[in-house]
């Protein structure tokens, strides 16, 4: 199926293409027709932890060093460059006119290795600490980053960085509540975003999939919006 090209770009990003990847239809009615998934409720601790570490992230950045949390399990430095960091966090944006995409993310953090590739990371809240697979969840969205800083100029290596953050226990009191941290470096494959985002501007631009018989989400729309 050919694209057919229009002044019209479809506004994708990291968390629709995993939506995308889990089903089509979902995805489609999302981005055609703004149905959005039934939203779960999510704790506000959640972004009050990912704002406090980016400032204390931002704190080793200054002084030119990493936090121990990562010290020795990473392979690279924090970018130096506090201004481009935040432009990064408020979001990286491509446009591809070809596929008729504007493709845009956020990072958390991103560091920069001796030989001047970037490598992404991520900070993730958890419950407890995270299992073995649980970096699995988040491979199209540290690639996607990958794939926007290095279409916009910054060579990237070939890998990532999640950290999970977890509570694990209350010291003397409340306010010292200790935290664990775990990372896991991820291979990654950014040229891969180019082909799901070509396969889902394929998408877009035809008729409404058929419903996707594992998924209840759209089971949802169909019920709810009488399609």
């Not at 990286?92 to 290795?113: A, N, W, Y």
């Not at 970037?118 to 540290?142: M, R, V």
């Amino acid at each position: 199926m050919e694209l057919v090209m229009s002044e019209k770009l479809f506004p994708l990003s990291p968390s629709s293409l995993s939506i995308f990847e889990e089903c089509p239809r979902c995805f489609w009615l999302y981005v055609n027709k703004g149905y959005a998934r039934p939203s779960i409720p999510v704790a506000t601790i959640t972004s009050g932890m990912d704002r406090v570490l980016k400032n204390y992230f931002d704190e080793f950045r200054v002084k030119g060093g990493l936090p121990p949390e990562i010290d020795g399990k990473v392979k690279g430095r924090l970018v130096g460059d506090l201004p481009l960091m935040e432009d990064w966090r408020r979001g990286i944006t491509i446009e591809d006119r070809d596929l008729g995409v504007r493709f845009r993310g956020k990072l958390d953090e991103c560091l920069v290795s001796d030989d001047g590739l970037f490598i992404p990371l991520d900070f993730k809240t958890k419950g407890d600490e995270p299992k073995d697979n649980a970096h699995i969840w988040y491979q199209t969205q540290l690639e996607s980053y990958s794939y926007l800083l290095s279409g916009t100029g910054y060579p990237t290596a070939a890998l990532g960085y999640l950290v999970f953050v977890f509570p694990k226990k209350v010291g003397e009191a409340i306010e010292t509540v200790q935290f664990g941290a775990t990372v896991r470096e991820i291979p990654l494959k950014p040229d891969r975003i180019r082909g799901l985002l070509t396969q889902a501007a394929q998408l877009l631009a035809g008729p409404c999939p058929p419903r996707h018989t594992a998924c209840q989400f759209c089971q949802w729309v169909e019920h709810t919006q009488q399609l």
